[in-house]
């Protein structure tokens, strides 16, 4: 069984910045992909950004050049920096991890970028 807990969420003005963690327990060697989704008011949930255990990443085009995913093995931890926030980035945010067939889900943080 893998746990995910996400924090870090929060309010912030247009322009500004957080960070998210997601630490992640359990059986979780090998892990496919980790990453970070999000579900915004009336939206479908979306793929943000997401790592493999090989480091290789990829990001949705509206957040390109502005969200940084990472992670640190030691800690079994995998962060998304979020700058130049936008209102449009206004959603819970979930932390995912595919491994072994299976996705697994935190239980969401939210974010609100207020203009």
């Known amino acids: 069984q893998v746990q995910l807990v996400e924090s870090g969420g929060g309010l912030v003005q247009a322009g500004g910045s957080l960070r998210l963690s997601c630490a992640a327990s359990?059986?979780?060697?090998?892990?496919?992909?980790m990453g970070w989704y999000r579900q915004g008011p009336g939206k479908q949930r979306e793929l943000v950004a997401r790592?493999?255990?090989?480091?290789?990443?990829n990001y949705a085009d509206s957040v390109k050049g502005r969200f940084t995913i990472s992670r640190d093995n030691a800690k079994n931890t995998v962060y998304l920096q979020m700058n130049s926030l936008k209102p449009e980035d206004t959603a819970v945010y979930y932390c995912?991890?595919?491994?072994?067939?299976?996705?697994?889900w935190g239980q969401g943080t939210q974010v609100t970028v207020s203009s």
């Open positions: 359990g059986s979780i060697f090998s892990f496919n992909f």
């Open positions: 995912n991890m595919f491994i072994r067939g299976n996705n697994y």
């Open positions: 790592i493999t255990s090989g480091g290789f990443t």
